[in-house]
């Protein structure tokens, strides 16, 4: 059975990619990630709208997979273009003007900070692995990733309408 690491982000790429595809029709269109308070937000607009949002929250025995998990989002979103950063907000605007991630929570931006002050030298992947030697491994719940897909085909159809 895969682990439930794997398979949950799997559905957040699902779901990042649905998002990406539907700011590729428009300029004004935006993806906004937050990752705070042991949460994980995607926020979809179009000019001031917000046409979608997705938020999963962990709790705080679950932080160390919820580090985990936002690295390696961070990297799966920002890690194929040369991440710029502002404060706390990543970003590339000439191959993904897209999208802009925000980091509020210490730690994590702690983490982020060193994976974009040397991206040059390392591939972001292979320096989330030298943070967490061992992935925190749970279980798939099947309950909760059937919640999980049936939230995503949501945002397929309001997308696509």
């Not at 799997?10 to 990406?20: A, K, P, Q």
């Not at 974009?116 to 292979?126: D, R």
């Amino acid at each position: 059975m895969k682990s439930f690491t794997n398979e949950l982000i799997n559905r957040l790429n699902e779901l990042y990619i649905i998002y990406e595809g539907y700011c590729w029709k428009c300029d004004d269109r935006k993806i906004n990630i937050l990752f705070q308070d042991n949460c994980i937000a995607l926020y979809l607009n179009c000019g001031n709208d917000n046409v979608d949002e997705f938020i999963l929250s962990f709790n705080n025995r679950e932080n160390k997979l919820y580090q985990y998990v936002a690295l390696k989002f961070f990297d799966m979103v920002l890690g194929d273009v040369f991440i710029y950063k502002e404060c706390n907000q990543f970003y590339n605007k000439k191959h993904k003007s897209y999208v802009m991630i925000t980091v509020g929570d210490e730690k994590l931006l702690t983490f982020i900070n060193q994976l974009v002050f040397n991206q040059e030298e390392v591939y972001i992947h292979e320096e989330i692995n030298n943070f967490f030697k061992v992935k925190p491994l749970k279980l798939c719940n099947a309950k909760f990733f059937d919640t999980l897909d049936e939230r995503i085909d949501v945002s397929k159809k309001l997308l696509r309408g």
